[in-house]
């Protein structure tokens, strides 16, 4: 696997995250070298001395007027943009904002593996509250568009009109449609020429704030869900989680951890058979873990019993957390890449934490043939269902 990026006169090391996944997966792509490639240029030509790195800028006779941007970053995988702006000047301030547990601690790991200052960087979530003082924004296009819709509305709501927005992505991913979306949501948009089969989307913010888009709401087997835009299975329940729920194991668990809990709908079905069960949600998506919680509460259920991780998988499973139970409806993507390195993660750190006995429930395509990584770590594994498409599997702690 390639870790040395080299583009725009950058030379880094970067790793995804966690770094020693057993997958081949690069940390970066061609859109990222593009978004900078098309920054350092348009730097270039400002011909503008204090904005690299070394120069006097106490010197500079125009220190009243620093022009380095204050940058909004959204989306940034494991930090490659981030990386790469801090290695041109390590003073450029920078708001980081993800929804995923795993693209900020993939940041976090590159830039100090990379020596690079973290001090001025801002962390956020896609829920906080943005910062008015934002003067450029670089956004790596999300594969959920619903998601990318709402980040425009709530860009359009604090951004200064004329502010320039830019969005890399494939060159497939571009369309007359996509562009004119933008322009609905944020303001006029057109796109770059291909390089390396990615294009750069400029945007300019025309000043009017939108609303942001309504939560997807709906009832489903009796609970009332709502789904914040970056949520799995946006408006209806997921097939695998319908076989899930249908084959449910029978005994009396009282400490259950659904991971990897989306909206929460396993977990809250757990909650109505199991009715002395603590429940853990645990989700990478930030959105995922206030949809769950959001559900917990809306469905009148009791703040006590349940808990809420933002997290990536379980390596930070509190201490009190010991359960007997683990319910499993695992990601064979990790944003644009098809992977099983989350499913082996997820089955491993279960294997750790659950209790001697415990039971990990899991849902899965049957082609994934999860059975083989289940038997390879808990030395067992049961097939409790199956149709043509998916099979219901369960391994126990010995
Ligand atoms: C197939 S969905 C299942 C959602 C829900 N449990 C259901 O059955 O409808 C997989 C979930 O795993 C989450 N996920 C992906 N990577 C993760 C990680 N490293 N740690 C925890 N959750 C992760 C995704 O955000 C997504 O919500």
């Known amino acids: 696997m390639n870790t040395q990026f080299a583009s725009s006169d950058i030379n880094l090391t970067l790793q995804r995250y966690p770094a020693k996944q057993q997958s081949n997966l690069q940390a970066w792509d061609a859109a990222d070298e593009h978004i900078v490639k098309q920054l350092t240029d348009s730097l270039e ?136 979306s933008i322009a609905t949501h944020l303001g006029e948009a057109s796109a770059s020429l291909t390089y390396k089969k990615t294009r750069v989307i400029t945007a300019i913010t025309d000043g009017k704030a939108r609303a942001l888009p309504p939560a997807a709401t709906w009832q489903q087997d009796g609970f009332s869900m709502t789904n914040l835009s970056n949520v799995f299975s946006a408006t209806k329940l997921d097939i695998g989680a319908r076989i899930m729920l249908d084959n449910l194991p029978d005994g009396e668990f009282e400490s259950i951890v659904d991971l990897g809990c989306g909206n929460g709908i396993l977990g809250l079905h757990a909650k109505k058979r199991y009715s002395k069960a603590h429940i853990h949600f645990v989700d990478d998506s930030h959105m995922a873990t206030s949809s769950a919680k959001l559900n917990w509460t809306n469905n009148q259920l009791d703040e006590g019993d349940a808990s809420f991780a933002w997290e990536d998988c379980l390596s930070n499973l509190p201490d009190n957390i010991k359960p007997d139970l683990v319910l499993c409806n695992p990601p064979f993507h990790q944003g644009e890449a098809i992977t099983d390195h989350i499913a082996w993660q997820m089955f491993s750190d279960s294997a750790k934490v659950l209790q001697k006995g415990g039971i990990l429930h899991v849902v899965g395509n049957r082609h994934l043939n999860y059975h083989v990584k289940l038997k390879r770590i808990f030395k067992n594994c049961e097939t409790v269902a199956s149709n043509g498409k998916f099979v219901i599997l369960q391994s126990r702690k010995l």
């Open 45 to 180: 030509l400002e011909n503008s001395p204090e904005l690299i790195e070394g120069t006097e800028l106490k010197n500079s006779p125009e220190l009243d007027t620093p022009k380095l941007p204050n940058t909004l970053i959204i989306n940034d995988s494991f930090g490659a943009l981030t990386c790469c702006l801090k290695s041109i000047n390590p003073n450029w301030p920078l708001v980081f904002e993800t929804d995923a547990k795993t693209s900020l601690l993939g940041a976090q790991q590159n830039l100090a593996n990379n020596q690079l200052n973290i001090d001025s960087i801002d962390w956020q979530t896609s829920e906080d509250e943005l910062k008015q003082s934002i003067e450029l924004v670089l956004i790596k296009l999300p594969k959920n568009l619903n998601y990318f819709n709402y980040l425009l509305c709530r860009l359009s709501q604090v951004l200064k009109p004329g502010t320039q927005v830019l969005i890399g992505a494939k060159a497939k991913s571009i369309n007359k449609a996509l562009l004119g």
